[in-house]
């Protein structure tokens, strides 16, 4: 718990960094691009899902001491890490560590003996589609938001600031907001030029 809410206070710590001008339209920017992946995000964890789940079917059809990913977590979590470049096929590792290792009588080749050609043509469709083509992807996604940002970050800064300003409202009392400013006082006009 503890750990949680130290990190939860860190991120707090970006919130007032809104408040500067070199620093605003960076958050801005952090909130675009997460926006931004939304469906990104969705179709790389449908993919993950796939290989993860086209993995551990395989997996669980070797002899009991072949068995390279046991559980849904352990495939989905190898199918990732695959992704970030982790390209590691010991059997023991991809078992979950040295803890596990036992003397077996076949050799260990890794992704067992069951259909292991169909394993590493999906280990390379994996890296092909989701590191090579989905991570550029993102990367294309993440540079349109960074360059649609940047181009207004004045505006984005401020905007930021006025952000700030309009949710720390309920800091001042009503007395004092309305003696500031009058209801019907200005009258404000926007027009496009």
């Not at 596990?100 to 076949?106: G, K, L, P």
Request: glycine content about 4%; charged content about 15%.
């Amino acid at each position: 718990m503890q750990a949680t809410i130290s990190l939860l206070l860190w991120l707090k710590f970006l919130y007032f960094l809104r408040i500067f001008k070199s620093t605003g339209y960076l958050i801005k920017i952090i909130i675009a691009v997460c926006f931004d992946m939304r469906y990104f995000l969705f179709i790389l964890f449908l993919t993950i899902m796939a290989f993860g789940d086209s993995m551990r079917a395989v997996s669980t059809s070797n002899h009991a001491h072949n068995v390279f990913i046991g559980s849904w977590w352990q495939s989905f979590t190898y199918v990732y890490r695959m992704i970030l470049g982790d390209f590691n096929t010991s059997q023991t590792y991809l078992e979950g560590g040295p803890h596990t290792q036992e003397v077996y009588s076949e050799p260990n080749t890794g992704f067992g003996t069951t259909a292991s050609w169909y394993v590493w043509t999906l280990f390379y469709l994996c890296t092909v589609l989701n590191m090579i083509i989905m991570l550029n992807l993102l990367i294309a996604i993440i540079s349109e938001s960074f360059a649609r940002i940047n181009q207004k970050k004045d505006q984005a800064s401020y905007q930021e600031k006025c952000d700030i300003i309009a949710e720390n409202t309920y800091l001042i009392p009503q007395d004092r907001r309305v003696d500031f400013c009058t209801p019907d006082r200005y009258l404000l006009i926007a027009s496009d030029i």
